[in-house]
Nanobody, 124 residues
Framework: QVQLVESGGGLVQAGGSLRLSCAASGRAFSNYNMGWFRQAPGKEREFVAAIKWSGGSTVYADSVKGRFTISRDNAKNTVYLQMNNLKPEDTAVYYC?????????????????WGQGTQVTVSS
C-alpha cells in the first residue's frame, strides 16, 4: 500500500505560479512511477504529467508543456509539480497517483494509488 497526500493548492491570479507537493508513505516510494492528473467541474479527469521512478523520464500533456515541471525527491518520498504561467483553464482539483510500471502513464485507470486531491483556482 502507498498513501499519497497532496498539498500546495490555492488561489492564484493568471500568470502566477504554484508548486504542488505529493508526499508518499508506505511501500518504497522509489519503486513507483508517479503521475499528476486534474479534474475540473463537469469534466473527466485528465492527465497532466508523469515521471519515472528514477526521475530519468518525464511526460507532459500538450496543454501544460513548457509551463509545468514534474520532479521528484526519492529521499523525501515526494513528487512535485511546479506550475508557472497559470491560466484560468488550469483551474481544477489536482491529484497525484502512483503505479509500478512506466507504461500508459496517461491513462488514469492504469494507476494503483491516488491521493485525495488539492484544489487549484486561477482567477483571470
Amino acid at each position: 500500500q502507498v498513501q499519497l497526500v497532496e498539498s500546495g493548492g490555492g488561489l492564484v491570479q493568471a500568470g502566477g505560479s504554484l508548486r504542488l507537493s505529493c508526499a508518499a508513505s508506505g511501500r518504497a516510494f522509489s519503486n513507483y512511477n508517479m503521475g499528476w492528473f486534474r479534474q475540473a467541474p463537469g469534466k473527466e479527469r485528465e492527465f497532466v504529467a508523469a515521471i519515472k521512478w528514477s526521475g530519468g523520464s518525464t511526460v507532459y500533456a500538450d496543454s501544460v508543456k513548457g509551463r509545468f515541471t514534474i520532479s521528484r525527491d526519492n529521499a523525501k518520498n515526494t513528487v512535485y509539480l511546479q506550475m508557472n504561467n497559470l491560466k484560468p483553464e488550469d483551474t481544477a482539483v489536482y491529484y497525484c497517483a502512483a503505479k509500478l510500471v512506466y507504461t500508459t502513464v496517461q491513462l488514469s485507470r492504469s494507476y494503483n494509488y491516488w491521493g485525495q486531491g488539492t484544489q487549484v483556482t486561477v482567477s483571470s
